[in-house]
């Protein structure tokens, strides 16, 4: 009977679902799912700045890692489902070549590297011009860098000012989007090291993406793409003090991270092989998978918050909570893209713009919160030329306009991702890619 409505269900399924020029299904739900991912990490990195009025602010904002892990799997899962194709004599090929495929994917990925990177520069160029603070004034700076350790050491210890050498491998390295293989520190646009690990993994997907889309045993290879995860974390833990360079690498080494985007690929022939037999989801399968979500979620945040060690931190962050977010990510493309179309195109508009946002929310909160200091003093000011006066007088940031800023982030992203994102991507394909007769 379970297995009879789960084949009436994943039927229904079929009739509702969108397709894309390609004719491979659109999943709706999956434009949201990244878009809420998107939105957290601007939360994430944005809300303890008001910590004073938000004692319980560290309970939503402890695990921003979950979103930015979620993300990788999603990547691998859409473009296993996108990219690759049957083959008639069994397996899995891509459906273009290596060359058109990467040459799309860093065309998308590039142009919001460099506009984070050029709005980075803009606002690390004025705001010590501002002085509207003392950090400021003291650490806003291309040369300031903060080494990356998990344990105890006092934070003033950790900070660095980078010689000239140092930053021009710190500006080849960005320009290049190999910065997330630099262990001790992150340069310049701190959360652009997401976008350097996917063009790693890009880089992967067409070697290793149809030989995963293949696999007749895919649950099994997620509990061993599970395990292999969690070694260098336990690795770590064993003989290490949780410092200088093994927290960055576990943080943000795209081969460390690579499992979470593999599993994304596992996943998706999960998926079809399950669709392709007939089977959706029952009821307590469904709530088994909500169960653990909440649950790992709940305990990872306990621990975090409450100070329960490196250790915690090291194998929550690499994989304890992988079945979490494989669950969270299975759970969402059970879903039907039903809805209207209007809803549907706007959930592509921001599910789109959830990269953006990714790159592009700490240089827009710094610049949003010293425009609101600035109107929080004495603005009339500014108004008849008193610059220096004005900025001297300029006020506190406030919870209450905090809302706006995640508005305005979100629309900013919007519009970053279709008007120059996308023009810049189809100019860089127009002229790298052969023309096709």
Request: charge should be neutral; charged fraction near 15%.
């Amino acid at each position: 009977m379970v297995i009879e409505k789960d084949a009436i269900g994943m039927q229904e399924r079929k009739k509702s679902a969108v397709t894309t020029s390609t004719g491979k299904e659109r999943f709706i739900p999956l434009e949201w799912l990244r878009f809420w991912l998107g939105f957290y990490i601007v939360i994430f990195h944005t809300l303890h700045h008001y910590g004073d009025v938000l004692p319980w602010a560290p309970y939503i904002t402890n695990i921003g890692f979950f979103s930015t892990s979620t993300f990788f799997l999603l990547s691998g899962f859409l473009l296993a489902h996108v990219y690759l194709e049957a083959r008639s004599g069994g397996g899995f090929e891509m459906r273009e070549s290596s060359r058109s495929f990467l040459t799309k994917r860093i065309s998308n990925l590039y142009p919001i590297h460099i506009g984070a990177i050029l709005l980075t520069v803009m606002v690390l160029v004025v705001l010590p011009l501002l002085a509207l603070t003392p950090e400021d004034v003291d650490n806003t700076s291309f040369r300031f860098v903060i080494y990356d350790t998990n344990n105890d050491t006092p934070a003033e210890s950790l900070f660095h000012w980078l010689d000239n050498r140092e930053l021009l491998l710190a500006a080849v390295m960005n320009l290049t989007m190999t910065h997330a293989w630099n262990p001790y520190y992150l340069t310049f646009n701190a959360p652009s090291w997401s976008i350097s690990a996917l063009f790693f993994f890009y880089l992967t997907f067409p070697l290793l993406g149809p030989w995963l889309r293949g696999l007749r045993r895919p649950l099994p290879a997620l509990s061993l793409l599970n395990l292999i995860y969690l070694v260098p974390p336990v690795v770590v833990i064993l003989t290490t003090s949780y410092g200088v360079p093994e927290t960055g690498i576990l943080h943000r080494n795209p081969l460390i991270r690579l499992p979470e985007f593999l599993a994304g690929i596992v996943l998706c022939a999960l998926y079809h092989r399950r669709r392709e037999a007939g089977l959706g989801l029952s009821s307590a399968m469904v709530g088994a998978l909500m169960v653990l979500i909440v649950v790992e979620i709940v305990v990872a945040s306990w621990l975090l918050t409450g100070g329960k060690g490196s250790a915690a931190y090291y194998l929550l962050h690499n994989g304890l909570m992988l079945p979490a977010q494989l669950a969270l990510l299975f759970l969402c493309v059970q879903l039907p893209s039903t809805g209207s179309a209007r809803w549907q195109r706007i959930a592509s508009r921001l599910g789109g713009a959830s990269l953006p946002m990714f790159a592009l929310h700490v240089p827009l909160y710094l610049i949003f919160s010293r425009v609101e200091m600035v109107l929080a003093g004495e603005p009339s000011l500014c108004a008849v030329g008193e610059w220096r006066a004005c900025f001297d007088a300029a006020g506190e940031t406030s919870l209450a306009w905090y809302p706006l800023y995640l508005l305005l982030t979100v629309l900013f992203c919007v519009v970053f991702q279709e008007q120059f994102v996308v023009r810049v991507r189809q100019w860089l394909v127009a002229h790298l890619l052969p023309k096709q007769a």
